[in-house]
T-cell receptor
Framework: EAQVTQNPRYLITVTGKKLTVTCSQN?????MSWYRQDPGLGLRQIYY???????DKGDVPEGYKVSRKEKRNFPLILESPSPNQTSLYFC?????????????FGPGTRLTVT | QQQVKQSPQSLIVQKGGIPIINCAYE??????FPWYQQFPGKGPALLIA?????SEKKEGRFTISFNKSAKQFSLHIMDSQPGDSATYFC???????????FGQGTELSVKP
């Protein structure tokens, strides 16, 4: 089954404790992206990667890092999480950046930082 | 700043009604305008998309209307059903750069 998977689905952590949310796609897509979803703000793009060699900032990159060492994986790293990073996070992928309008989303990771 | 503005925030209609969700954008570099549907506990899924050189696009009961001069576009759901109850997001993409900008979302409830 073609899909984007994220782990963990739920995470409660404390301020300052480094964490990684994994994302993997099995569709051989070039493009991958991370979003956070907050009530009243919609989805906001954190980082995106056009291919294994190119990664760029979205609209809200502060406090986040990403890594694209392999085509299928695109982990999101919070080196020192803060309470304002409590949110619902989605990973997504697309055939290529030119088709960024058509993205396939994972099931989401709900993160709580206390 | 919100580059794509969506309204209303929530919408309640009766079964068979035609809910309309509106969006406005600012950046004329956007070159594709998709709508996503999200059910509770799920990730968003592409519903329908339109290019700026097309004024209207229909897919089943879903229609996008696009007004390039006004920089506005809207989603109409014909003969709405309770199963259409979901959150709808408009978006705008800059395909050359790989960015996808979402509106704030509209929570639609279709009553039986």
């Amino acid at each position: 089954e073609a899909q984007v998977t994220q782990n963990p689905r739920y995470l409660i952590t404390v301020t300052g404790k480094k964490l990684t949310v994994t994302c993997s796609q099995n569709m051989n897509h070039e493009y991958m992206s991370w979003y956070r979803q907050d009530p009243g703000l919609g989805l906001r793009q954190i980082y995106y990667s056009m291919n294994v060699e190119v990664t760029d900032k979205g609209d809200v990159p502060e406090g986040y890092k990403v890594s694209r060492k392999e085509k299928r994986n695109f982990p999101l790293i919070l080196e020192s999480p803060s309470p304002n990073q409590t949110s619902l996070y989605f990973c997504a992928s697309s055939v290529q950046g030119y088709f960024a309008y058509e993205q396939y989303f994972g099931p989401g990771t709900r993160l709580t930082v206390t | 700043q919100q580059q794509v503005k969506q309204s209303p925030q929530s919408l309640i209609v009766q079964k068979g009604g035609i809910p309309i969700i509106n969006c406005a954008y600012e950046n004329t570099a956007f070159d594709y305008f998709p709508w996503y549907q999200q059910f509770p506990g799920k990730g968003p899924a592409l519903l329908i998309a339109i290019r700026p050189d097309v004024s209207e696009k229909k897919e089943g009961r879903f229609t996008i209307s696009f007004n390039k001069s006004a920089k506005q576009f809207s989603l109409h759901i014909m003969d709405s059903q309770p199963g259409d109850s979901a959150t709808y997001f408009c978006a705008a993409s800059d395909n050359q750069g790989g960015k996808l900008i979402f509106g704030q979302g509209t929570e639609l409830s279709v009553k039986p």
